[in-house]
């Protein structure tokens, strides 16, 4: 699996991983496809996708649970990004939740411990002092944030004394390109990853039938690729950025670990950038 190094860590992360979102239910426990989603987490592992990202609020803890059952003998081969949530973020919140975390993960560190959403009636400062004591304990390899504006991301920053924010997970698609105006230059400049978050719109892009669909089958064919390869392709070439697509399905995750290892010419990023404008 192509890497790319994690902000400036001497990291190599896979260029695509995992999304968990469903993995164990939305915003409830679902235990109806346990072993499915078991089995698709390893498979996906065996495949390279060894990024996994989930989050305390997923199936409230079930998604982390499941992932922890799908790693376990796995553990030092797999890089966990999880998430602490919005309503959690005061000092002991946060301390509290990631103990939840580890062991709903069956594991004693993090790799990579993201805050889910700003909270602007929480100090900033006191969810930073708790990042950088469960790093300083060896719970937390590494910080993160996500759905952070530039202007948030550099507070933060500000309120950390010892490490530095390594990535923002953000919303990054051809149908959603919000964060080409100032995030992603920022990133580039401050060597700060963009971890893509839903790069298939949530799937909507595979069924999508508006402009740019026709250039997308074009490329395709001149690639030999899908269209679901062909759209995590044009999120990795640019240079901060690794996703994180979400798929239960085996085929799926076949799919989209062949997203990775190829470059189409650059003119042919461009010409998906116009039409996708
Ligand atoms: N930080 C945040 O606030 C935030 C917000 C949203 C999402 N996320 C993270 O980002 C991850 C991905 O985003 P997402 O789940 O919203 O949506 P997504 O990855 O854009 O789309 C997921 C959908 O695409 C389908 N799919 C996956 N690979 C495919 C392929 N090769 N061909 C056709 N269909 C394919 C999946 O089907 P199957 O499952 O049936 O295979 C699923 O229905 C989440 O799971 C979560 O970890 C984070």
């Not at 469903?22 to 496809?33: E, P």
């Not at 072993?35 to 592992?45: D, P, Y």
């Not at 002991?92 to 993201?114: K, M, P």
């Not at 080409?180 to 401050?190: G, I, M, N, Q, V």
Request: one cysteine or more; glycine letters at 6%.
């Amino acid at each position: 699996m192509e890497t790319k190094e994690l902000s400036i860590t001497g990291v190599q992360m896979p260029v695509i991983g995992m999304g968990t979102w469903k993995l164990g239910g939305s915003f409830a426990s679902d235990y109806s496809h346990d072993q499915q989603a078991i089995e698709s987490l390893k498979a996906g592992i065996e495949l390279g996708l060894i990024l996994i990202d989930t989050a305390e609020l997923y199936g409230t803890g079930h998604s982390e649970e499941l992932v922890g059952e799908a790693v376990k003998r796995v553990r030092d081969k797999v890089f966990i990004a999880t998430k602490v949530s919005p309503q959690h973020l005061t000092c002991d919140g946060v301390l509290r939740a990631a103990e939840a975390s580890l062991t709903r993960l069956q594991t004693n560190y993090i790799d990579l411990y993201q805050v889910h959403w700003p909270n602007s009636s929480i100090p900033i400062r006191e969810t930073m002092r708790a990042m950088e004591r469960l790093v300083d304990e060896g719970k937390v390899r590494f910080i993160g944030v996500s759905n952070f504006s530039v202007e948030l991301l550099r507070q933060a920053q500000e309120y950390l004394s010892k490490y530095q924010i390594v990535s923002n997970q953000v919303e990054y698609n051809l149908l959603n390109r919000r964060i080409e105006k100032d995030l992603l230059p920022f990133a580039e400049k401050e060597h700060i990853t963009v971890i893509a978050y839903s790069p298939f719109a949530v799937g909507r892009l595979l069924s999508y039938s508006g402009r740019g669909k026709d250039t997308l089958k074009q490329l395709a064919v001149k690639y030999g690729r899908t269209i679901a390869q062909l759209c995590l392709n044009w999120l990795i070439y640019k240079q901060p950025v690794i996703a994180i697509p979400k798929a239960i399905s085996i085929k799926h995750l076949e799919e989209n670990a062949g997203a990775a290892g190829w470059r189409m010419e650059p003119e042919d990023y461009e010409i998906v950038d116009k039409v996708f404008h």
